[in-house]
């Protein structure tokens, strides 16, 4: 067709290709802006099929815009409504499962779909642009029910929580003035509070997002790297920003017993965090060989199924009570 042959722009040859989308008329149709979103939607399916295809826009695209639209809107009633809950999987010294902080992950109690994980949600929240609001409600609530639980039980007031937060929040030059201002609000001390951050970030050497990071250590909170080992950043640039520490990502310790390759990287990057002063964290942790496994590689403390699944906040704060030793009588 045309487009095998070169374009001659100003001298240049130019290769380009089409992706085309096709709506067929149905009487549905009440303005051709509505026809043009679902040739839309088709061509971007044809993009993703790969190059110079076409594709007919049919009943199930139809369908999957149709959530995909439905679910944002749920998602800025939910904001407004609360129906996000924060989870706590506890983080515990491997050694003697001691729980010594708790990490916030999102829940959506959906009015009809029930409870969603963040694989269900997250994504279009961050296209939506919703995502940082999302996060800082999280933020928030997570301060809330750990400064809580630090003054109703004594023996747990050194609990920490980490919080994930997001590039966009980290984009933000109130980032370090509203996370101050939460604290302020909930009196949680700034060392409790620990923010994950995912790779990506230290990619910015300059800009705010450094500065943000630089400002949240300056105030007093603590950063860790969630994910550790799954991005594609230098050790440099790692080494030279102002992280205290490190999360091994799941995928490393799943099969870290039955896979070399794995069990090197999780050696290697204990040492690494060990020789840099680096608190280090597994994550993932579902059998008890894993656990043995990550205390001889030199790993402190880890999460996952094998020490306790995600616990909403009842749940978890029963638990800090239950470990509570008996008050002495007066
Ligand atoms: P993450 O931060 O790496 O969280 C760990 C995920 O692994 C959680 O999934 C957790 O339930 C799961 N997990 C923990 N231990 C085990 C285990 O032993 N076995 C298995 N199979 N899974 C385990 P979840 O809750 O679905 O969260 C997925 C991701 O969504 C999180 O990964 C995090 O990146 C993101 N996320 C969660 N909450 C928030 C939030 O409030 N804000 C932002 N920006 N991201 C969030
Ligand atoms: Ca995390
Ligand atoms: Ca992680």
Request: hydrophobic content about 45%.
């Amino acid at each position: 067709g045309i487009f095998d042959r070169a374009f001659d722009i100003a001298g240049h040859h130019v290769y380009s290709g089409a992706s085309v989308g096709v709506v067929l008329g149905r009487a549905e149709y009440r303005s051709p802006d509505q026809v043009l979103r679902d040739a839309d939607t088709a061509m971007y399916r044809a993009k993703a099929g790969g190059k110079s295809a076409w594709v007919v826009f049919d009943e199930a695209m139809h369908a999957a815009a149709r959530a995909r639209f439905q679910l944002e809107i749920d998602l800025r009633l939910a904001l407004e409504r609360e129906e996000f809950r924060p989870y706590f999987p506890p983080i515990v010294s491997r050694a003697d499962s001691r729980i010594v902080a708790v990490e916030a992950l999102v829940r959506w109690e959906h009015p009809q779909r029930g409870l969603l994980v963040p694989g269900e949600f997250l994504h279009v929240a961050y296209e939506a642009g919703l995502l940082a609001e999302l996060d800082w409600w999280m933020l928030e609530e997570a301060g809330r029910h750990l400064a809580a639980w630090r003054r109703r039980y004594p023996q747990h007031a050194e609990l920490r929580v980490n919080v994930n937060v997001d590039e966009r929040q980290l984009g933000s030059k109130q980032c370090a003035t509203d996370v101050a201002a939460m604290l302020e609000r909930t009196g949680l001390p700034a060392n409790a509070l620990v923010l994950e951050v995912t790779e990506s970030v230290f990619r910015h050497e300059h800009g705010q997002v450094a500065e943000s990071l630089r400002d949240l250590k300056g105030i007093g909170v603590q950063l860790v790297v969630d994910d550790f080992g799954t991005g594609y950043s230098s050790l440099e640039a790692f080494a030279a920003s102002p992280f205290d520490g490190l999360k091994i990502d799941r995928g490393f310790v799943q099969d870290m017993e039955t896979n070399r390759r794995h069990r090197a990287i999780v050696r290697t990057v204990a040492a690494f965090a060990d020789d840099l002063g680096l608190a280090i964290t597994a994550e993932g942790v579902e059998t008890a060989a894993q656990a043995r496994l990550l205390g001889e590689l030199g790993c402190d403390s880890a999460q996952g199924f094998h020490f306790c699944a995600p616990l909403p906040a009842a749940a978890l704060e029963q638990r800090l009570a239950e470990s509570a030793p008996i008050p002495a009588l007066a």
